[in-house]
């Protein structure tokens, strides 16, 4: 099964990468991007429960990160919420953990922890879209 996936990303390059590799290394299909803090919340309302893993980063064109882990603290059982950023301090995972984190991951020196953790946390229970 797919790893039904949305990104917040407000990064081109970032995301143009990203997403082949979430394809290829972790049997992903992306069902949605944004690149604000308003736009991936009402991504997440209208799409309630059709995703298995939201991948965010900290800083957005509008708001940030931290808004968007907030509004995904009510989520099913099968999703995850994980943090990729260039700003993973021990501080921030904190502050992200508090927020209903369930992973945070540096983009410079993570990726490899990120994939794996992709992979091993596999849903079980949630439909394909």
Sequence with gaps: ?????????????????????????????????AETENEAIAWLE???????????????????????????RERGDQQRVVVLSNYATS???????????????DKSNDLDAFFEYCNADRPSQLAPL
């Excluded at 990303?9 to 394809?23: A, F, M, Q, V």
């Excluded at 501080?91 to 991951?105: P, S, T």
């Design 46 to 72: 209208t799409h309630r429960g059709e995703w298995h893993l939201a991948v965010v980063d900290l800083f957005l064109k509008q708001g940030s990160g931290l808004g968007v882990l907030a509004a995904c």
């Design 1 to 33: 099964m797919a790893l039904i996936t949305f990104i917040v990303e407000d990064n081109k390059t970032i995301r143009d990468n990203l997403i082949p590799s979430l394809e290829d290394l972790a049997n992903a299909a992306v069902a949605g991007i």
């Design 91 to 105: 501080e921030m995972k904190a502050r992200c953990a508090a927020l209903g984190a369930d992973a945070v991951f």
